[in-house]
Nanobody, 123 residues
Framework: QVQLVESGGGLVQAGGSLRLSCAAS????????MAWFRQAPGKEREFVAY????????YYADSVKGRFTISRDNAKNTVYLQMNSLKPEDTAVYYC????????????????WGQGTQVTVSS
């Protein structure tokens, strides 16, 4: 069993930065691939970024590539999302998720989800 708790969201002006954190409970965190998803008002939840358990591979949605960076510290049971050059269209609730599967995008591939943290980017 893994419990995920996101933090670090808030209100920021366009062009600014935020760093999201996702703290995981459980001793098996290091064996899970981790991802960030987001859901904007009135839209479906979408994939943002993914990192393998070993940190060797990372993947990003085209909309955030070059601006966002996913990382993890297995010793601290935490995954991060550094968000730079934020745009108003990045406004959403951001969720972290854990998966044993190698699949990136289907939400069904993820075993555990956090409760989400709100990110609002003003223009």
């Amino acid at each position: 069993q893994v419990q995920l708790v996101e933090s670090g969201g808030g209100l920021v002006q366009a062009g600014g930065s935020l760093r999201l954190s996702c703290a995981a409970s459980g001793r098996t965190f290091g064996s899970y691939n981790m991802a960030w998803f987001r859901q904007a008002p009135g839209k479906e939840r979408e994939f943002v970024a993914y990192i393998t358990w070993s940190t060797v591979y990372t993947y990003y949605a085209d909309s955030v590539k070059g601006r966002f960076t996913i990382s993890r510290d297995n010793a601290k049971n935490t995954v991060y999302l550094q968000m730079n050059s934020l745009k108003p269209e990045d406004t959403a609730v951001y969720y972290c998720a854990a998966s044993k599967s190698g699949a990136l995008r289907p939400e069904s591939a993820y075993d555990y989800w956090g409760q989400g943290t709100q990110v609002t980017v003003s223009s």
